[in-house]
């Protein structure tokens, strides 16, 4: 894999918006100088796609992730000891996110992964007690 089949995003954290660009692009921009690191997060994507074949990506929110044991509550996705998880909001619940590969296969599974946005955007969306985006 070279770097241009990567999907990156960038968090602008001063100006609160989503920069996607080539990753080549991102960083000429980071070795130019042109972008300050401090004032981006990165964001990358999963390799997995949602009902929609959206990209999913870190800090996208997913609905119908816990509904065996969540019913109500969506889902983040996080990158965590090496693995693409989705957490149930308010809780430290995980579930591999390579586990919707799994559920696909069920045609008796009624609910479909769908990103209805990101916790750098759509915080709102999520009854987290904390924002830590």
């Known amino acids: 894999m070279n770097c241009n089949d990567l999907k990156l995003k960038l968090w602008n954290i001063d100006k609160k918006e989503m920069v996607d660009k080539k990753v080549y692009m991102i960083l000429n921009a980071i070795q130019e100088g042109l972008i300050d690191v401090e004032s981006f997060s990165l964001v990358r994507c999963t390799g997995k796609n949602d009902v929609n074949n959206d990209d999913i990506y870190e800090g996208d929110i997913l609905s119908h992730c816990f509904m065996d044991a969540y019913p109500d509550k969506k889902g983040i996705v996080e990158f965590v000891d090496g ?27 009624p609910y479909s992964l769908e990103v209805i946005g990101n916790v750098f955007q759509d915080a709102e969306l999520l009854n987290e007690t904390r924002n830590v985006y």
């Open 83 to 109: 693995c693409w998880l989705i957490r149930a909001e308010n809780t430290k619940q995980y579930r591999p996110l390579c586990d919707i590969d799994c559920w696909a296969s069920f045609e008796s599974y």
